[in-house]
């Protein structure tokens, strides 16, 4: 074995930990290390081996990083290792035995190169000064040398003398790139904000086993090359009684579920496979292929350069992030699909979806955190839970069934869309939106708490739902979540996929609340066309019902819909009463490929069905007609069923479901409109002045002919909804603190201030 002198640094060099000791008593202390750490896993084994000594003890290693600093504060610039036992003295190491003398010749030149220009270190304390580390790697097998010196951003480097010198070295081996790495963080180490290629390439290659690597500036490969080659020659010398050999040979794992691949790149590879596996297994090497199709531009064009339409993926993750890029691309289309790429897409998921979880949690965290709530109780029984919650958990159980579901069927498009509609139109606009009160203020009840642990389990299945597609996303949720509660330390990717409980899923709860949500949509609408706000009560909505059974379904969430809508009361009527004039109108794409001879006379019948035959149609859901002897016979589905306006009244109609609203506001609900306003107003005003969400506040409003009666009649009202110890009406209000309300017909002056009583 070649023995060299002892290491001139040995005693100062934080670098090495052996190289002051004999190898003898180097292997020894390994052996004892490691025997050291199986003994304390409690790891049984039978003999164990002494440590092998390496192949070569000098000249093994592929890569240095050196840093710039001073062995004494203040003095003369070194470049090398940290000295032993201190965060700040570097040492200049520039003989060191375990690097092949072409790194301490370049360690020398960089170091006088620096040195001779007057340029400084950089400061650990101060954040100041231009060099900051050396890294160089070696290809052992080629001989290829990759010389990176990293900087702050400072002014005045020059980089093509730095390469001039570099190349003008008395080396050994061949300089292949010089770079430059651009670090501006606070960190004591190697981060790269910008990397450029001074001369050469930004690689070196190597040969491990007669296979050959590209090694870059900051990718990890073994610095024993030799070591590490003759490890994995005796790990290939066992694969004839590998563990678990038997579990691969009983097709247990193999062949693959599936393989993808883009369609323009299937053809060679896919049957290579299959023709690999057939003659060295005969078996297939695959059972599915999903063959994912081209991403285009949003006009349907193949992305070229030439073209000018490709999209930059890196600036694109830059600006929006890796996981709305991911669940755009996926939830756009199905995988086997051309997708049309849109940015204006890419920002619409991240805004709808992520930002729309991102207030979902942000709600939650914000009232769990004022009522401690860590899910330390009892998880309270769902029997005794709200029918929201429950329908709310039934509704999570359904979709945990059909994303397990699509998943397995590789529909994570499907899947996707299925958990973005959950969190934007159930748990956020539905949910969240009508349980606000629930968290606020007061004590734990039980209602409250159920409250919590409802939307906490929704957060936390939705994380582990998301992560196949948005991985980093949820994870962050994931971690947040369990934090605060205990209930697991380890990553949302370690955690088991969600499983549905079939107990927990109410289907006719499900449709009742579909109900719900239908006719609010339908009667928003109706608000929007004649521009009467939510916050604006009115008198009437008036339902057409086609059956005793779908009247009981609305009658069980009336409650809920005229909440929601701001409707004094709910009226049924019979269909057949002759309130509403109905007309069907044909849905041509559906009839004509069934009836085409016939589709003309068909869509005239259609068109002049009677009153009595279009309420039978309704409530039978087909009928049938006689068009030149032959029968023609529609559904639902085929057709559209419009009601007309009623004077004074608003009309919409979806599927079987008709609404009619009352739209007269009489001067006693205009004034109830104000109330509601006025709330909301001060609501805003008291979360940009910075109140906190538990504090009491005095209200004074400036006498004004519209708001006066307003605040007489509804002022307990007002008081209550937000956490008003006054509410007082004053001659003039002028001055700082004053605030102008600006509605529709009129102006109003407001002041709003933390009450101290």
């Not at 090495?16 to 025997?35: A, D, W």
């Not at 954040?127 to 080629?142: A, N, P, S």
């Not at 003759?230 to 009684?241: F, G, M, N």
């Amino acid at each position: 074995m070649e023995i060299r002198e002892v290491c001139r640094d040995k005693d100062i060099c934080g670098g090495c930990v052996y190289q002051g000791v004999p190898y003898e008593e180097q292997l020894s202390n390994k052996f004892g290390e490691v025997k050291g750490l199986l003994d304390k896993k409690d790891i049984r084994y039978g003999e164990l081996l002494p440590i092998e000594g390496a192949p070569s003890r000098y000249g093994y290693r592929n890569k240095m990083e050196y840093t710039f600093g001073d062995m004494e504060k203040n003095g003369p610039m070194t470049l090398g290792m940290h000295k032993k036992k201190h965060f700040m003295s570097i040492v200049t190491v520039d003989q060191c035995q375990l690097v092949h003398e072409d790194f301490n010749v370049i360690l020398r030149g960089v170091l006088e190169f620096a040195s001779s220009r007057g340029y400084t270190h950089y400061h650990k304390k101060a954040h100041k000064g231009l060099m900051r580390h050396l890294i160089v790697r070696r290809g052992i097998r080629t001989g290829e040398l990759l010389v990176n010196v990293v900087t702050s951003s400072e002014d005045g480097f020059d980089e093509n003398a730095f390469v001039e010198m570099i190349r003008d070295l008395p080396l050994e081996n061949q300089v292949v790139g010089i770079l430059r790495t651009i670090n501006d963080r606070l960190a004591d180490a190697v981060y790269c904000d910008e990397l450029r290629v001074l001369w050469g390439r930004d690689y070196y290659n190597e040969e491990i086993l007669g296979l050959k690597f590209k090694v870059s500036a900051f990718s990890f490969f073994q610095t024993n090359v030799d070591a590490v080659e003759r490890l994995y020659s005796y790990a290939v010398s066992l694969i004839d009684d590998f563990e678990n050999k038997e579990v691969f040979d009983k097709r247990e794992v193999y062949p693959a579920d599936f393989i993808a691949e883009g369609v323009d790149q299937t053809r060679g590879w896919f049957f290579t496979l299959h023709a690999i596996a057939s003659m060295v297994f005969d078996s297939m090497a695959y059972k599915a292929v999903v063959s994912n199709g081209l991403v285009l531009d949003k006009n349907g064009n193949k992305m070229s350069k030439r073209l000018g339409n490709a999209v930059d993926p890196f600036s694109t993750i830059e600006k929006y992030g890796s996981d709305p890029l991911r669940w755009y691309m996926i939830t756009n289309s199905s995988p086997w699909d051309n997708l049309k790429f849109d940015l204006e897409g890419v920002e619409e998921v991240r805004r709808k979806f992520f930002g729309t979880l991102y207030n979902t949690y942000s709600f939650f965290a914000l009232y769990a955190n004022v009522d401690g709530f860590t899910f330390s109780e009892p998880e309270v029984p769902m029997e005794k839970r709200p029918e929201i919650d429950r329908w709310i958990i039934s509704l999570l159980n359904s979709l945990i069934k059909e994303v397990d579901e699509q998943f397995a069927a590789y529909e994570p498009t499907r899947a996707g869309r299925a958990i973005s509609d959950f969190v934007n139109d159930n748990l956020s606009n539905w949910y969240v939106r009508l349980n606000r009160k629930r968290f606020w203020g007061g004590t734990m009840t039980e209602d409250k708490l159920s409250a919590y642990q409802t939307l906490y389990t929704c957060l936390e299945t939705v994380a582990k739902l998301m992560a196949p597609i948005a991985p980093f996303y949820a994870d962050r949720l994931y971690t947040d979540l369990t934090a605060a509660t205990g209930r697991d330390t380890r990553s949302v990717h370690l955690a088991d996929f969600p499983v549905s409980c079939n107990d927990y899923i109410d289907l006719a709860l499900e449709e009742r609340m579909q109900i719900a949500q239908t006719m609010t949509s339908m009667v928003l609408a109706l608000r929007r066309k004649v521009n009467i706000k939510v916050r604006q009560p009115l008198t009437t909505l008036m339902i057409p019902v086609l059956n005793k059974e779908q009247q009981d379904h609305i009658e069980a969430v009336k409650d809920l819909i005229l909440s929601e809508v701001n409707v004094k009361e709910m009226k049924f009527v019979d269909n057949a009463a002759g309130i509403l004039v109905k007309r069907v109108k044909p849905d041509f794409k559906k009839l004509g490929p069934r009836y085409g001879k016939i589709m003309k006379q068909l869509a005239a019948t259609i068109a002049s069905m009677s009153q009595p035959d279009i309420i039978e149609f309704e409530k039978n859901g087909a009928f049938t007609f006689e068009i030149d002897g032959q029968q023609a016979t529609i559904e639902a589905s085929d057709v559209e069923i419009i009601s007309e306006d009623i004077p004074g009244w608003l009309v919409a109609n979806e599927g079987n479901l008709t609404v009619a609203l009352d739209i007269t506001v009489t001067g006693e609900l205009r004034r109830e409109g104000i109330a509601r306003e006025l709330v909301n107003r001060i609501q805003n005003i008291r979360k940009t002045s910075g109140f906190d969400i538990t504090d009491k506040i005095d209200v004074y409003i400036a006498s004004n002919g519209e708001t006066d009666l307003v605040v007489e009649e509804y002022r307990d009202y007002m008081s209550r909804q937000v956490l008003a110890n006054t509410f007082e009406i004053l001659g003039v209000l002028s001055g700082e603190a004053v605030t102008e309300l600006d509605f529709d017909t009129f102006k109003v002056n407001i002041r709003i201030v933390k009450s101290l009583k």
